[in-house]
């Protein structure tokens, strides 16, 4: 197995875990503190190093989806006429 990513938590570790699964890709976690009080912590998230590549690209692709969910979100922000929209942003 072979470092994919260093997560801040073992829930995002799970996370992570669940999505990579549901595409066939084995993982596998290191550093995780279970127990009946889990502290907090980094996890790193392992996967076999001939899934390596595709786990990057999948976890790459929906950072890129999400980004463009953000700005599909925030793409009223600017409609009321600020910097960007025609106007110079500065006060008149």
Do not use: C, N, W
Not at 19 to 41: C, H, N, V, W
Not at 52 to 69: G, H, P, Q, T
Not at 78 to 92: L, N, R, V
């Amino acid at each position: 197995m072979v470092h994919l990513t260093m997560v801040g938590s073992a829930f995002e570790a799970r996370v992570v875990m669940a999505r990579l699964g549901a595409e066939g890709i084995l993982t596998q976690l290191s550093g995780t503190r279970d127990g009946p009080y889990p502290l907090p912590g980094p996890v790193e998230v392992l996967v076999m190093a001939d899934q390596a590549d595709e786990a990057r690209e999948l976890l790459l692709a929906d950072k890129v989806e999400a980004l463009f969910d953000d700005l599909g979100d925030g793409a009223t922000a600017t409609e009321d006429g600020g910097p960007g929209e025609g106007g110079s942003g500065a006060d008149a």
